[in-house]
Antibody, heavy 122, light 107 residues
Framework: DVQLVESGGGLVQPGGSLRLSCAASGFTFSIYWMSWVRQAPGKGLEWVANIKPDGSEKWYVDSVKGRFTISRNNAENSLYLQINSLRAQDTAVYYC???????????????WGQGTLVTVSS | DIQMTQSPSTLSASVGDRVTITCRASQSISSWLAWYQQKPGKAPRVMIYKASSLESGVPSRFSGSGSGTEFTLTISSLQPDDFATYYCQHYNSYPWTFGQGTKVEIK
């Protein structure tokens, strides 16, 4: 079975940093585009970033550019999100998700983890 | 950025009702649209991709249609398990954006 398990969330002060991880299993991680999507408490979904299977291409929503960095380690079947200069409005559950189809970016987000909560507060 | 607008925001319906949710894009996205179902405290689940393709394992009472800027998700006969929040999402260009969600409630 496909599994995506996020970790690394927690309480952090404004201006602080965190590194989120997503451990993948049950599918060939190295051939899928991967994304991070977040959801603020009681709010809707917001796509944050994605990364090409070989890591050579990365895309971000404007609100996180320069502060968040997506990366992956295909040898370890892991996805990461380095989040710096955290703001209160970054408080959210962060989900990792894989594209529905291998190799290509189209098709929507087929598999999702259960999320990890990041709370930014002093 | 392409804005996705869903209507209604909340929908009250009974078991057995036919339900339709609309999603409008601020510019053409061809058929690059997915629909997700989310239940409280759970991760989203893809229901429809490429505007009208049913994801494997999703009941056939769900269907999607549309192209360009207007899309619909239809549930032909609402079942108790279908009460949830539904989101549309485009993947035509970056940044990908979601609609604000439609909560389907029990009437």
């Amino acid at each position: 079975d496909v599994q995506l398990v996020e970790s690394g969330g927690g309480l952090v002060q404004p201006g602080g940093s965190l590194r989120l991880s997503c451990a993948a299993s049950g599918f060939t991680f190295s051939i899928y585009w991967m994304s991070w999507v977040r959801q603020a408490p009681g709010k809707g979904l917001e796509w944050v970033a994605n990364i090409k299977p070989d890591g050579s291409e990365k895309w971000y929503v404007d609100s996180v550019k320069g502060r968040f960095t997506i990366s992956r380690n295909n040898a370890e079947n892991s996805l990461y999100l380095q989040i710096n200069s955290l703001r209160a409005q970054d408080t959210a559950v962060y989900y990792c998700a894989s594209n529905r189809y291998p190799y290509i970016v189209a098709g929507g987000l087929g598999y999702w983890g259960q999320g990890t909560l990041v709370t930014v507060s002093s | 950025d392409i804005q996705m607008t869903q209507s209604p925001s909340t929908l009250s319906a009974s078991v057995g009702d036919r339900v339709t949710i609309t999603c409008r894009a601020s510019q053409s996205i061809s058929s690059w649209l997915a629909w997700y179902q989310q239940k409280p405290g759970k991760a989203p689940r893809v229901m429809i991709y490429k505007a009208s393709s049913l994801e494997s394992g999703v009941p056939s009472r769900f269907s999607g249609s549309g192209s360009g800027t207007e899309f619909t998700l239809t549930i032909s006969s609402l079942q108790p398990d279908d009460f949830a929040t539904y989101y549309c999402q485009h993947y035509n260009s970056y940044p990908w954006t979601f609609g604000q969600g439609t909560k389907v409630e029990i009437k």
